[in-house]
């Protein structure tokens, strides 16, 4: 599995860690920016990494800013991203079960590194159920846009 990479300032900390987890568990990634925690614009991080997932350069993405809720709605604007604030393991769990979310946003400011590792553990491992329901629901949220 790729994963896409992005924080803002806020999210930089976090992202360090992040790194080494993928590390660790032997993933690859690219890290989209930013490469300090000197203030700039989440968005200028973010898109590109939610476009690379869309074009299928990577199969999931990560997005790291303060609350999680800025990088969220800019994923969420590219055709093709399914982005998910996920706070606690519960949600990642089914925003992949149900929702085939193919990028993860999570509060750099709010989120301890062992709470986030368990995060993204757990959405990088759980599959999309490919239930009827959950296509059906799928289908209808990406012909709106």
Same mark, same amino acid.
């Given at each position: 599995?790729?994963?896409?990479?992005?924080?803002?300032?806020?999210? $930089?900390?976090? !992202?360090?860690?992040?790194?080494?987890?993928?590390?660790? =568990? =032997?993933?690859?990634? !690219?890290?989209?920016?930013?490469?300090?925690?000197?203030?700039?614009?989440?968005?200028? $991080?973010?898109?590109?990494?939610? @476009?690379? %997932?869309?074009?299928? =350069? $990577?199969?999931?993405?990560?997005?790291?800013?303060?609350?999680? %809720?800025? %990088?969220?709605?800019?994923?969420?604007?590219?055709?093709?991203? /399914?982005?998910?604030?996920?706070?606690?393991?519960?949600?990642?769990?089914?925003? @992949?079960?149900?929702?085939?979310?193919? %990028?993860?946003?999570?509060?750099?400011? !709010?989120?301890?590194?062992?709470?986030?590792? !368990?995060?993204?553990?757990?959405?990088?491992?759980?599959? $999309?159920?490919?239930?009827? /329901?959950?296509?059906?629901?799928?289908?209808?949220?990406?012909? /709106? /846009?």
């Amino acid at each position: 599995m790729k994963v896409a990479l992005a924080s803002d300032h806020a999210g $930089f900390p976090l !992202k360090q860690e992040i790194k080494k987890y993928l590390k660790k =568990k =032997k993933m690859a990634f !690219k890290d989209f920016g930013t490469d300090s925690e000197e203030s700039c614009d989440y968005p200028d $991080f973010a898109k590109p990494a939610a @476009r690379a %997932v869309a074009q299928g =350069k $990577f199969d999931r993405g990560i997005l790291i800013c303060g609350s999680g %809720v800025g %990088v969220t709605i800019v994923a969420n604007k590219v055709k093709g991203i /399914r982005a998910v604030n996920a706070y606690d393991i519960y949600t990642a769990k089914q925003s @992949r079960e149900h929702g085939d979310c193919n %990028v993860l946003c999570l509060a750099g400011r !709010k989120l301890k590194k062992d709470q986030a590792l !368990k995060i993204i553990a757990v959405w990088l491992a759980t599959p $999309f159920s490919n239930d009827e /329901r959950h296509l059906r629901r799928i289908r209808k949220i990406e012909s /709106r /846009r």
